[in-house]
């Protein structure tokens, strides 16, 4: 199902004399623009038989200290060197996560014969600035092949970097298993939907969870009608393709914290008996991507070793329109015994979701924390580059937002007003899934906030807009699925762990 090879990606302290192509940078400085991580013999060389120096050639090419600005550069010899702007010198993770990302497309990208290896010098020292320069560039190397897997890409990576502490190697650990994760994700979102549907997407869960070593549980349609998860049972029940619950367990000895992540798991989204347009429909198949990112997270979280528990649930569904759909008035049995009127059968998120929140709360976690395309209300107010965050306390978004922030995704804090609430109240039931269409991001997660006990702390991740790109790949985000909030959840065990 999965069409991606990760490039080999090692460490050291040089640039070997056959770098295949490599990978300097420009940087901001006070006295102006100077380049970054180009050895003295090859400055050298370049100047002799150039006649200038490789910053100077560069910036004639078009290049720039602009971050993710690349240029590439036709060297003496066979050398091709790729000069990617840094931005200011005193670099961030993110910063050096961007221009990587942005460098190894580039390479990716070249005429054949394709380059086999990449050697990245950016003069990279401290641990995190070394985890950025290793995802960007594992990252902006990914590319989705269904139709030709075969196609050679860059099969090695050098990072060059004069830190010889063990953190360096741990960092570089750290950053493949996470940007693995990330691919994964990015792999399972860009399935069509009529080889990705609940039960094909349950058995890959249960192949990534045995390649981990944690333990896997799933309820088909049966086990699902025999518990009463009338939400998931209602929003699949219009497909021919069944829904699925699945569990993904990792519980290493000592963990003091639990962590449980519900993730979003519809496969292709028509909007059901509320049909989506047309246009709005073709994307659908990234709906699941949520269930995508707890999935592969967990998984990771799992090879990392954290000593944290973790327990990974995705609502899996297929949301048609038939005979046998859901309507908009009926009335809900959710898992656990709440009464819920559907207002709209194109609001199907959280009805999977509430099942599983409130199926996961029972074993009595830390922390809750969903992820969800759930809403285009979340996209309308913040783009489709930085998702949505709402939580019941600052103190757990807080937390959340330092993960994000050290993982370099972006999001932000949305409010869950005391009006919205009521405005979920039905006459005929206990709670209506929708609202009136204004601040609808912040009455999904109003609703969704109904099914987690209120003594335990829960957050909503919204990505319904960093989720998928539609146009353009840039820095380390390609043209299609980005695993948007992987990083995110992987950073948050860490800490948690800590």
């Not at 008035?329 to 409130?358: P, Q």
């Amino acid at each position: 199902m999965t069409s991606t090879t990760v490039p080999t990606i090692t460490l050291s302290t040089s640039v070997a004399k056959d770098p295949g192509v490599l990978v300097v940078g420009l940087a901001e400085a006070s006295d102006g623009e100077v380049l970054v991580g180009l050895p003295d013999d090859l400055a050298k060389s370049f100047s002799k038989a150039l006649g200038t120096d490789l910053a100077d050639l560069a910036r004639q090419l078009g290049g720039s200290a602009k971050p993710g600005k690349t240029v590439l550069v036709a060297a003496p010899g066979a050398l091709r060197v790729v000069v990617v702007g840094l931005g200011p010198i005193d670099v961030t993770p993110e910063q050096v996560r961007r221009a990587t990302g942005a460098a190894v497309r580039v390479v990716a990208g070249l005429a054949a014969p394709a380059p086999k290896t990449v050697t990245i010098s950016l003069e990279t020292t401290e641990p995190e600035v070394i985890k950025g320069a290793v995802e960007g560039a594992l990252l902006g190397a990914y590319s989705y092949r269904p139709v030709a897997p075969d196609v050679p890409g860059i099969g090695q990576i050098t990072l060059v970097s004069p830190n010889k502490r063990p953190d360096a190697r741990q960092a570089l650990d750290l950053a493949v298993t996470t940007a693995t994760a990330v691919n994964t994700a990015r792999d399972w979102v860009n399935t069509p939907a009529n080889l990705l549907y609940p039960e094909t997407f349950a058995d890959a869960a249960r192949s990534l969870a045995r390649n981990a070593r944690v333990s896997a549980e799933v309820w088909d349609e049966k086990a699902l009608e025999k518990e009463g998860f009338g939400g998931i049972l209602a929003v699949g029940g219009g497909s021919e393709r069944k829904p699925r619950l699945v569990k993904l367990s990792y519980a290493p000895r000592g963990a003091r914290f639990h962590l449980a992540l519900i993730g979003k798991g519809i496969t292709f989204d028509t909007g059901g008996l509320n049909l989506k347009p047309a246009d709005g429909m073709y994307t659908m198949k990234t709906d699941m991507a949520g269930a995508a990112a707890v999935l592969a997270a967990v998984s990771a979280i799992a090879e990392l070793g954290l000593r944290i528990r973790v327990t990974g649930w995705a609502s899996m569904a297929e949301n048609m329109p038939s005979g046998s759909s859901y309507r908009p008035s009926d009335v809900l049995t959710m898992y656990g015994g709440k009464t819920v009127e559907n207002g709209n059968s194109d609001a199907e998120g959280r009805l999977v979701m509430a099942d599983a929140l409130v199926k996961a709360s029972e074993e009595q976690p830390n922390l809750v924390l969903d992820v969800a395309t759930l809403t285009g209300a979340c996209m309308v107010a913040l783009g489709e580059r930085v998702a949505g965050l709402m939580a019941r306390d600052d103190a757990t978004a807080d937390l959340i937002l330092d993960a994000a922030e050290a993982a370099g995704e972006q999001f932000w804090q949305l409010p869950i007003p005391e009006d919205a609430r009521p405005k979920l109240e039905s006459k005929v039931a206990d709670l209506k899934s929708t609202a009136n269409r204004y601040g609808g991001a912040l009455t999904a997660a109003a609703f969704l906030s109904e099914f987690v006990p209120p003594d335990i702390p829960w957050a909503h991740f919204d990505i319904a807009g960093p989720a998928f790109n539609e146009g353009a790949a840039y820095d380390y985000t390609p043209s299609g699925a980005t695993g948007a909030a992987v990083r995110t959840l992987v950073a948050l065990a860490h800490a948690l762990a800590s």
